[in-house]
């Protein structure tokens, strides 16, 4: 399981999804998403598979109190949305995720520090979106996360994460610009007593440019600013984590659009990350 995470990331995985479902995806017809490509909160598609694979590194404990080492996070995460049209102009966007991780840290259910692979922490996803004018959206909705993972793997933990947001289109820069401010709060309700408490606040100032030949970059693209106020982590002097993070990527079709994200930190008293890689390849129809 590790290798196979581990290899697939520019290569295998997205090279055997991209002709497993570009045939089909080729014959679909345009789900009205802006041609700049990139995957927009408040412009869902009506149906979306994504195949996502990240490379993380984080402080991890070290072998003697008080130490530190690097612990490596292998994710393939598996996503399908489906947006429902509803009354008075409202959608309804539900999401799934099911990652799947190669991961070593160094604790009591892994005391050696070896790589241990599986599944870790599932969740559902439902929001509500509403188109004020061409210019402006706002949403709201919640996440729910499971302790689906091992104690190796998981948080050990039920989450929920209320989200809020709103967008606001740019066309005086090119059609597919937007700025998209999301606000998120993740917090642990349940579960394992002895795990870490869950409770901080996450935040991502969007901001979309379409280029041209449906090219876009987009300046953090994850809610990864963070402000910590649950149980402290490996390596954590303060609550902030602030990185610059950024993607760009290209729309091929209308339905099938493959990027490249890239985070490193600038404030790291929470350290969320020392460095993170993503690739994904959305397929809509």
Known sequence: MRNTLRSCGLTGCV???????SAAALAQTSNGQDDGGALDFFRPPPNLFQLETEYRTAPGSGSTPGSTREVTTD??????????????GWILATRTDLPLLAKNPLNDSNPTGDFASGIGD??????????????WAFGFG?????????????????QVMPIVGARLALPEITGGSYFEPLL?????????????NISNLQFAPT????LPDRWFVTLFPSTDIRINYGDPITGQTGRWFIPFDFRFGKKFTDNIALSLEIGVPIVKDYPVYDFKTQVRLNVTW
């Open 15 to 21: 090279v055997a999804a991209v002709t497993a479902g």
């Open 75 to 88: 994710t393939l995460n598996l996503r399908y949305d489906h947006a429902f049209n509803l009354p008075s």
């Open 122 to 135: 599932a969740d559902i996803q439902a929001a509500l979106i509403h188109d004020i004018d061409q210019r």
């Open 142 to 158: 919640m996440r729910l996360v499971a302790p689906t993972g091992d104690d190796v793997l998981g948080s050990g933990k039920w």
């Open 184 to 196: 998120r709060y993740d917090v642990s309700v349940a579960g394992d007593p002895t795990k870490k």
């Open 207 to 210: 901001l979309n440019i379409g």
